[in-house]
Structures are given as structure tokens and as C-alpha cells.
């Protein structure tokens, strides 16, 4: 029973974004599938979702990979940048802006604005810095990157929704971004398969 409930996910994203989802002659969706192992059913007037993995799929894991891409193109981001899922280590996280500052209209414009920055200022040095890709849409804020980056990102957003002056934020951001590296060229140095291949490409 637990398998057959698995193989079934049913979701909706906003109707403004199923076309995005189907793509131009429905490619977008088409290449979803071959890279997933799943069958997608797209309701465009209702943006409802049905997402089907045959029984004894080689990967199990493509019913839930696909279940993040289509959220991510539902909250704004484009296929090319959701694509991103497909790569090991990232994941998807949304930020409903609602739950943090309340129903208030004016105050969420104005939020959304310190996010984003003048011409997206703020939000590219967020994705540069952080390594993240952001996606600033309706009320939510949806970020795809590895755990470590993911970690930087919401810290930084978190600060500008707290009212951190941007310049804060940024300092904040440089000194994230020289730690990641360093971690990632620790994890670099640690994995032994790398090793031997330098070993290897020395003699």
C-alpha cells in the first residue's frame, strides 16, 4: 500500500506558471519526464498536478525530484535555473513571506523590495555570494542550492526582513562567501579519491 501511495503525488502550482511547465509544444515537461522516470499530467486551467511513477521504477527518488522542480517553476524560477534539482545535494526551500510579516499588503511590497534590491541589486549579490539561486514571486521566496549555501541565504534574508541596513547584509555575505570556499576546498582536500588522482597525475 505504502509503495502504491508513493507512486502518485498530486500538487497545484499557480495557473499563470502551467504553461511555463509544459513549455513550448509541451517540451519543458517532456524533458522533466525523461530525466525522472515520470508521467506528468498538467491541468492548465486549474494548475493541478499529477505526478505518476510506474511500479518497480529503477529510481524511486524521480517521483519526489520532479515534485521539487515543479514547485520551484511554480514559485518563479525559470526551468532552466529549477533544472539546477537535478544535480545531487540540492534542494528546494520556500519562504512563505506571509507567515513571517502578516497579511499586510504594503508591508509585503516592502519587504519583496528589500529582497530583490534597486534593478535586483541585492538579490544577485545574495546568489553570487551564497552560491543560491533566488526566486522572488507573490508571496513566497524560494532558494535551490546545497545546505551550506541555503544556510547563508536565509540568514541574509532573514536580516533584511529583521531591517539589517543592506551594507550589513553584504559584510555578512563576503565573509560567508570566503567560508564556504575555504569549506569547499577542505572537502576537496578530505576526499581520498581526489588524492590519489593528484598522487596519480604526479609520478
Known sequence: MAEETMSRIYLRI?????GVLIGNRGSTKAELERGTGTSI????????????????SSDPSGILRVRDLINAIGRGFSPQRAFRLFTDG???EVIDLKQVMGDSRNQL?????????E?????????NLAGTAISVYGHT???????DEMRVAKEAI???????QHGTVYRFLNREHLELKKRKMSLWEERPELKTARREGET
Do not use: F, H, W
Open 141 to 147: 521566496v524560494a532558494l535551490i542550492g546545497d545546505y
Open 41 to 56: 499530467s498538467v491541468d492548465g486551467r486549474t494548475g493541478e498536478i499529477v505526478i505518476e511513477c510506474p511500479a518497480g
Open 158 to 164: 532573514e536580516m533584511l526582513l529583521k531591517g539589517a
Open 119 to 127: 534593478n535586483g541589486k541585492t538579490r544577485r549579490i545574495i546568489e
Open 90 to 92: 540540492q534542494m528546494l
Open 14 to 18: 499557480p495557473v499563470e506558471r502551467a
Open 109 to 117: 511590497v516592502r519587504m519583496k523590495g528589500r529582497i530583490i534590491g
